[in-house]
């Protein structure tokens, strides 16, 4: 049985990265680079050209950036698949790629392996992000502590500043239930003492104003 060599167009700015990912990539049997492009605007014409079935492109590029080169590959070209490199596994730029339709994610300086695994997952319909890259992806999305909007309230005071009468008087509680919303508060952040609790009110307070 004969496995189908996956087409793939290289998209990034930078020419020794293009030469790096064709010296790591060329030589593999199912593969087959059928064109490359240092601009977005430039992968356009090339792509319509080549036909490849996957794009692997860069994020970061100057002029248009891999991300809009995605979107734009989506109306023109959308049975192409695109898998994006980048140097950066900041949760922001995974969430932009893959919600222009980017199939993938995947850093430069990860192992050929994974880039060929990468690769093969999206030419093959899957999906594909790096072990670092959805680690950050899954930590940044992890849902904050619930407080009740009292609690809310009270914290946020607490970030700027205000002690527990001026809370009480402020908010037309008594000093004792303001007290007893703090204690309730450290309970529910798993927060040891005061200091704890000032100090993540401090940090986080912004958070949960409003909320």
């Known amino acids: 049985m004969t496995t189908a060599v996956i087409r793939l167009f290289l998209v990034d700015d930078h020419p020794l990265v293009r030469d790096g990912l064709r010296a790591r990539l060329g030589p593999l049997p199912t593969l087959e680079?059928?064109?490359e492009a240092g601009s977005a605007a430039e992968a356009l014409e090339g792509i319509a050209q080549a036909r490849p079935d996957l794009v692997l492109a860069d994020v970061g590029m100057k002029g248009m950036s891999g991300i809009e080169l995605t979107s734009l590959l989506q109306d023109r070209?959308?049975?192409v698949r695109v898998l994006m490199l980048s140097m950066y596994d900041n949760p922001e730029y995974?969430?932009?790629a893959l919600q222009a339709g980017a199939r993938g994610y995947v850093l430069k300086d990860a192992p050929a392996a994974e880039i060929v695994a990468a690769i093969e997952a999206v030419a093959a319909g899957g999906t594909f992000l790096s072990a670092a890259?959805?680690?950050r992806l899954f930590a940044s999305q992890q849902p904050r502590p619930l407080l009740t909007p009292r609690e809310s309230e009270i914290l946020t005071a607490l970030g700027h500043g205000d002690s527990s009468k001026q809370i009480?008087?402020?908010?037309g509680?008594?000093?004792?239930t303001v007290e007893a919303h703090r204690q309730s508060i450290?309970?529910?952040l798993g927060l040891e003492g005061q200091s704890a609790l000032i100090k993540y009110a401090v940090e986080h307070a912004r958070e949960f104003k409003n909320s």
Do not use: N, T
């Open 168 to 171: 009480a008087r402020d908010l």
């Open 94 to 96: 995974v969430q932009q």
């Open 173 to 176: 509680l008594s000093v004792r």
């Open 186 to 188: 450290k309970r529910r």
């Open 133 to 135: 890259v959805s680690h």
């Open 77 to 79: 070209q959308p049975d």
């Open 33 to 35: 680079i059928v064109g």
